[in-house]
């Protein structure tokens, strides 16, 4: 085996880091503005960056005012909750993955999906208004995690694996709820609309609906970025990591109530986009390695990316949109499938 | 002078009943610079005394002292900056790099949202050159051999920057070449002054590295001396249940070593 010196291979991993994150930033910009363009109405990428621009600097506007209103009104906000969505579950997938020690855990696993679906079928059934779609599935996602916390808690073993168990028998409950739900429900109007809410769209975005979850997602965003060094001593244990020092009751606190936030507020304004918080990850270990000190910034950028594209498609693709939870899943597996026979990465 | 670490009959059980308690009124002190090695029977607890050493489990009774300080006061980065620890079966869930799971020791001197800094990374170089391991840098974890990875371990530990090392069952699952290699290092590292404490299945390695041999037996330490007057072929046979001669080389080297004997078949 061939080793460079020390010195240098000490200068060149974080550089080689950090020139991935700057192609994977420029790609980001140039996906959001491509979604910008692209829809029935088609715009020119000039426009676009000049109808962005003249929000921030004084402009004199030589566009029409309906193509203002779509990218700042319609395709914007759209394009902000995929970015933020995508990041947020990417970052929380990868969290929860060493959290729990395992490659095939997703941000899904303490139950906020399975609780935000039950909230959203109760609201439809009851309330039938999007606001009350929101906020019950938003509340019913964190009422899900606290129940498996609550319930984990109950045996004196080991905490991560009682959380996995418990998370478990709380989605399997909130399930059955949901399925009771679709069966009472009125099948011409209801049951379609709780169908299509489970099956994930980012079509009812609204900017309201951003500047309120918004600031939830970047926080949580933001925590786990913080401490993602010392996910790094999770992934060796419980026991392992307090040997050497680290609080983990603390740790594991931050993640799991920084990534239920993000899920839960994803799942209120997108409906259950699965595949991404669990995929991303990977593809990111793909490109740089294990260590969650860069993993979780490049994850992030994939995962933002990845939900932008596949949204585009989602309501380009054909004349009806296809229901985006369905299309992260057709176009993930297959490109999952070919890196990890290419790639034979050693977990 | 005052020992650097100082157990004062202390017990520990899992459960609250401390008539289950894994062992009980275990005192010993080890002083700057001393290789204990603790000697035992699966099961006898060796593995749950040095884990109540740094504090990941609490003893129930009795008292430790670290440097002359008890350990119950204190806060667990504190007793990884004291102590370095070396677990048995540690196993890692994703293909980290070897310098990556070094780095992972400067744990206790970093803040909670602190990543490792250049002056990290040196310290883990050198932790890396200590035990040999700087071509295997950026090797995948799961790639190394048991001697590299468990070489890893130590230098991770020594990353920690401690006075004193907890080796648990260091030598186990090796082939003699990395026994041996891992012995010279906890040689190398006791002669710059390193306190160790080792738990071990050998007694060969007692004689080879340690100066104190700690037995662990029913609950409690049933002897405890320098390795001459402890490991004797009455004491071996009482602790481990089988016949065993301890013999003297003869080649002027003063070094002992033990041979377990077989039942003879009977003819």
Known sequence: ?347 | MTAQIEAENIAFSYSHDMAKAIFRNVSFSVHSGDVLCLLGPNGTGKSTLLKCLINILRVQQGRILLNGRDLSEFKLPEVARSIGYVPQGLMSAFPFRIKDIIIMGRAPHLSILASPSRADMEIAYRAMETVGLTPLADRPCNSVSGGEWQLTLIARALVQEPQILLLDEPTSHLDLGNQVKILQVIQDLADRGMTIIMASHTPDHAFLVSNIVAIMNNGGIAQKGAPEDVITDDNLRKTYGVDVRVVRLEDGSLSKACFPALKKPAR
């Open chain 1, 1 to 347: 085996m061939k080793s460079a010196p020390p010195q240098i291979a000490d200068k060149t991993s974080p550089g080689k880091a950090a020139k991935l994150q700057i192609t994977l930033i420029v790609l980001l910009v140039g996906v959001s503005i491509f979604s910008l363009m692209s829809g029935p109405m088609d715009i020119r990428p000039g426009t676009v960056v000049r109808i962005l621009t003249s929000r921030l600097l004084p402009m004199q506007p030589d566009w029409p005012a309906t193509l203002e209103s779509v990218i700042m009104d319609v395709r914007l906000p759209r394009l902000l909750a995929g970015l933020l969505i995508g990041a947020g579950l990417s970052i929380s997938g990868a969290a929860f993955q060493g959290l729990f020690r395992n490659p095939l855990v997703s941000p899904h696993i303490l139950g906020v999906s399975a609780g935000a679906g039950f909230g959203a079928a109760l609201a439809i059934l009851f309330f039938g208004n999007i606001f009350m779609v929101q906020l019950l599935s938003f509340c019913f996602g964190l009422i899900a995690v606290w129940m498996t916390y609550a319930l984990s808690r109950i045996y004196r073993s080991t905490p991560v694996l009682m959380l996995v168990l418990a998370g478990i028998i709380v989605g399997a409950l909130f399930s059955a709820a949901t399925s009771l739900l679709k069966y009472i429900a009125d099948p011409v109007n209801q049951m379609p609309s709780i169908v299509f809410w489970l099956l994930g769209s980012l079509n009812n975005a609204s900017n309201k609906d951003i500047a309120v979850v918004g600031p939830i997602m970047l926080a949580g965003t933001a925590s786990l970025y913080l401490i993602r060094w010392r996910i790094n001593l999770l992934t060796m244990g419980e026991e392992d990591a307090r040997s050497l020092g680290v609080d983990t009751a603390r740790i594991r606190g931050v993640i799991i109530v920084s990534a239920t936030f993000i899920s839960a507020a994803a799942v209120c304004i997108s409906g259950i986009i699965g595949w991404v918080g669990l995929v991303i990850p990977h593809i990111g270990r793909l490109l740089v390695g294990a260590d969650n000190k860069h993993l979780l910034p490049v994850a992030t950028l994939i995962g933002a990316i990845y939900l932008v594209s596949v949204d585009t498609i989602a309501r380009t693709a054909m004349e009806t949109e296809i229901p985006i939870g369905i299309l992260t899943a057709i176009v993930g597996a297959p490109v999952f499938a070919y890196l990890l026979r290419k790639n034979r990465p050693g977990w």
